[in-house]
């Protein structure tokens, strides 16, 4: 560009969109009509498919309506396969197609792309997983929190009901770290060959870091992780499900030691839970169907309850940079559904 | 000519207040020998909450019996279904507690679809959700849509405290049900 543009159009442009409720609080960037149909030339499918529907409102999302919102996000036309995947994934999630959105729980769409794409589009797959400062994340994730407020209508403080929501709502995209993890590429466990640009996604309702650089042991490690995952304040069902975004150096100690993904899941599976006496003094002991409630019943004080079902509860990602031993402990809304997105045919 | 900035919402001219409003069922002078429709919606004490409003009914009221039914998934809509069953085996509903983010709305929106279908409805929700219930009644077409609210929060009332709760709503439910 050889001369700047007028300030003072972007910025009367800009206040358009914030005048019109579109925005998530942060400038937009408004969309035209060339942006869109670029967005749209990088997919085959036609603008008018519906993507996602949220019968209780009585809204859809489109194609077209999500390349409006990944334009306004600030993504590039070429990353919409990308929006599209990870929206076709979210979808995938039962309380995505349900009530999540309005949920008192606020809860967070976690995004993890694989395979060459992440190169391709300058995806950040090393330090500062979690964000800030890298285009691709940052803007295909706030994407699909426009998608919610605007296509779907669900907006704070009226259909959506967040009563603190989380740090980073709409800005966790990670890009895996597949050049440094020991394991398979998180798309494998959605059922992607390996080698594979694909999308997976799910909702979290927090994350909690496990800073232990502290032992070579394997299971020190693992001790430690399930310290966190077991804590009683997020326990509200008889299960839970939560995942752990290993750091490279984790991974890496866990692998060398022999463990394979399974193991690790059949780990966490077996060692995180709490004691009846935990879980009484905390006022979840009882169980009426799956949801917890305060019982004065003192007979399972003695009992070890395990709260991870099954290895779709506990999924596991590698991201960040291998500088340091800190994981992330990931807290999921309802439960994955195993499924990886691959990214369509970009003509 | 510059161009347009394009609509992220796909609203534009079809918003809901343009929606015909949906009918309101016709009320019974009184509940004397009404067959209660208790719709229960899984939230914590919505059960005991609903099944002592039904035993006040029948023994202040005269309400011949009930008829109580559980909608599973607590965000969505009433499945179809339902809504036919508690029609046609009920004379009025009453359908709570809306005591979370996507349920206060929805059992809005099920009153809304019952009083369509012909059956009287009086929703129960938690007053910490107003708003999302009022949002949900307009998106309905049905803007100003009276429901029964009962103080936040209830999922940790003891026995005696939701009984004592369904008491105090009960004048405002047989108000919403009744001519």
Known sequence: MTEAPDPEVAQAAIEYCYAQGWSDGLPLVPASPPLV??????????????????????????????????????????????????????????????GGWQSTSGPAPMIVVNGPVRHELGFNTAGGAFGPGFRPNATVARAIGLIVRNAFGIRPHVLEQATQGLPGRWSICLAENEEESPWPPFAADGGQPAGASAVSATLLRTCEFVDNRHTGDPEQVLWDIADTISRTGSLIFRDTSAGVVFCPEHAQLLAAAGYAKPDVQAWLMEHCGRTGADLRRAGKNGLRGPARF????????????????????????????????????VRIFGEWSGTAIPLGVTP | MPYPILDPTGTTGSTAAQRPAPPRARRPASLRGATVGL????????????DEVGRLLEERYGAAGVLARTKVNFAAPAPEDLVKEMTAG?????????????CSASAVADGITFEAAGLPAAAICSDAFTVTADAMAELRGAPGYRYATTPHPVAILTADQVRERAARVLDDVVALLTA
């Not at chain 1, 997919?43 to 993507?51: A, K, L, Q, W, Y």
């Not at chain 1, 004080?301 to 960040?320: N, Y």
């Open chain 1, 37 to 98: 149909e670029a967005f749209l030339a990088t997919t085959t499918r036609s603008p008018d498919e519906v993507i996602g529907e949220l019968e209780q409102v009585g809204r859809n999302c489109t194609v077209y309506l999500a390349a409006i919102n990944a334009a306004m996000a600030g993504c590039r036309p070429e990353y919409f396969p990308v929006v599209l995947a990870a929206f076709d994934a979210l979808m995938r999630e039962r309380a995505a197609r349900g």
């Open chain 1, 294 to 329: 305060a019982d004065p019943d003192e007979s399972a004080d003695g009992t070890f309850t395990r709260i991870l079902p099954s290895p779709t509860h506990v999924p596991l990602v590698v991201a960040g940079a291998r500088n340091a031993a800190i994981s992330m402990v």
């Open chain 2, 39 to 50: 719709l229960v919606n899984t939230k914590q004490n919505a059960a005991p909450f609903l």
């Open chain 2, 90 to 102: 009920c004379d009025v509903l009453v359908t709570g507690i809306g005591d979370c983010g996507s």
